[in-house]
């Protein structure tokens, strides 16, 4: 058995012993997971929105199949008339619209953006926020100032004009979207790890892993990075919820993916139908459902923020 | 602090700078030709060539460039294809009533999310700091403009407390400015949105109140304070709210850019004539000069507000001002 010679990091893993290195750090990134899973199973209402998180998310990938109509198709009432503006009902659970097409089976079918955009720019932005961060604070001297200065700019650009903007020039489409929440919310998470990266840094087990001749890139990423970790996830969580938001917010204002189905789509077409003050089940559903993921995606944030800072714990 | 003062006026500058080269470099690629943003098509040719040449469109890029940033400077925008007059003549009343609104929300956010995160931290534990808790949050979950479309609903169609949205009641003359905005039919139209603007924002300053509150909660002078034998609500706000108001100040600077999107937002459900609805327009009329300077308007109050609120927090906590 080979002996573990690297020193133990603040969270308490031991590299696991084992034959060769890609087994090790698989087991570490397992261990790494269900060491995750028990800080949220801590804070109860971080669970639930992990679960309602999941739900989401199930009902995204099965969608084709939980969606009892299609949703562009116009439906008929039973005599044979085209069922418009129909309110919630046995046979339409959350209404039809104008055009007579089911409103549930929208929903459904618009969990799929919903989620894809916000795993995709969560992911994407904490990477590049966590990334700037470490790099930034580990680093300091000159690449820590052009990096804060780079972030400083982009804090004078508004988010939601930008989106638009960037989105009517080049086009609408999901990928411009996500570029656009890309390109703005890095700004907060890299701030944030940086901060938290200075007072790491002083701390006795860097000094252990320097004089023990780590180089730079492992002493990061090695000993740094899975303390900053649920960090990262916090503002990963939010930065889902704002995702979301972002993209109901730009489809509402006309420029989402017009091949796609989205849920500030559904509202944009109510509104653009002008049939707000007639069906209020056709705003009412979209709404909601985005409210429960992005509270979701907050329950979660809450959860890990109380993981970095003990004195937020309930009782 | 003189120092500090003028790095942070240097690096606003700097900012501006850097959005006007943004602007000018994003709406040249779009595809097709470049002209159409600042030249409208439908004039005559003759008048064509005259603005091609004032705008210096037929020269190269960086001379292109240096005169954009000589017109942007001096606050030439050009001339609004929609409305065929000069973009700088127009913006200024579509300013006015975007800062009065964002004003208005920006302020409740702050006052109201700082007393009732005072509240919650004080009460620790209650049911009113989770059912503030998550009220707060299932606002900020809501998306902007559904919870404006729901309060329209409710309170102007179905209970008439409201007018429907708009900033005057239609028809109405004006002497000037004060007049125009320093009245009560201004005041029944500002409340639904200012109000739903508030409970989207309120979110973050209470929570980070609530947080630093904890912080400061368990401080010695506190002790002190209760020792003294002062009334709960003097320690609550007079010595522990002042001293936890620091970190709620630095989200403010965080939340002026969130604040102009909800501007758009905000202003395109409720008609409220400011830059923000008049941006989302001028893009889907293709007016691209006023969708240009409508874009850099709100930038430049952004930087402009982060400057101030930075001067705001070095006064506050002169700490920040060593570097």
Known sequence: ?315 | MRAYVIRRFIQMLFTLYVLASVLFFMFRIVPGDPTLMYVDAAIPKEAQLVMLEQFGLNRPLGHQYLLYLKNTFQGEFGTSFYYHAPVARLIPPMLISTLLLMGTIITLAFVLGAVLGTLMAWRRGSRFELSMLATSLAFRSAPLFWTGIMALLVFSYTMKWFPIGGMHTPGQEFAGVLDKYFNLDFLHHLILPSLVGAIYFMASPMLIMRNSMLEVMGEDFIEMAKAKGLKDHTVMFKHAMRNALLPVVTVLSLMIGFAIGGQVLLETVFRWPGMGREMVLAIQRFDYPMAQASFFMLGVIVIILNFITDLLYGYLDPRVTYR
């Open chain 1, 1 to 315: 058995m080979k002996k573990n010679l690297s020193p133990e990091s603040e969270s308490g893993h031991r590299s696991p012993p084992g034959r060769n290195p890609w087994y090790r750090w698989l087991k570490r990134t397992a261990g790494t997971a269900k060491f995750q899973l028990s800080l949220l199973w801590r804070d109860k209402i971080g669970m639930i929105g992990l679960i309602i998180l999941v739900a989401i998310f199930l009902v995204a990938v099965f969608a084709p199949v939980l969606a009892p109509h299609d949703p562009m198709e116009t439906m008929t009432r039973p005599d044979g008339r085209i069922a418009r503006m129909v309110p919630p009902s046995w046979q339409f659970p959350f209404g039809t619209d104008r055009l007579g097409r089911d409103i549930f089976s929208q929903v459904i079918i618009g969990s799929r953006v919903a989620v894809f955009v916000g795993l995709i720019s969560a992911f994407m932005v904490v990477f590049i926020g966590t990334n700037v961060g470490l790099i930034s604070g580990y680093y300091g001297g000159i690449i820590d100032d052009i990096l804060m200065r780079i972030t400083d700019i982009v804090y004078g650009i508004p988010f939601l004009p930008f989106a638009v903007i960037l989105v009517a020039l080049i086009g609408p489409g999901l990928f411009n979207i996500i570029l656009a929440i890309v390109l703005i919310s890095w700004r907060s998470t890299a701030r944030v790890i940086r901060a938290q990266v200075l007072t790491l840094k002083q701390r006795a087990f860097i000094e252990a892993a320097r004089v023990s001749g780590a180089s730079n890139f492992r002493i990061i990423y090695r000993h740094i990075m899975p303390n900053v970790l649920p960090l990262s996830f916090a503002y990963g969580a939010l930065s889902m919820g704002t995702a979301i938001l972002t993209e109901a917010s730009v489809s509402f204002l006309g420029y989402g993916d017009p091949l796609l189905i989205s849920w500030g789509k559904i509202i944009f077409m109510c509104y653009v139908a002008q049939a707000i003050t007639v069906a209020w089940w056709w705003v009412l559903a979209p709404g909601l459902a985005i409210m429960l993921v992005v509270m979701s995606g907050f329950f979660i944030g809450r959860a890990y923020e109380q993981v970095v800072n003990p004195r937020l714990r309930e009782r």
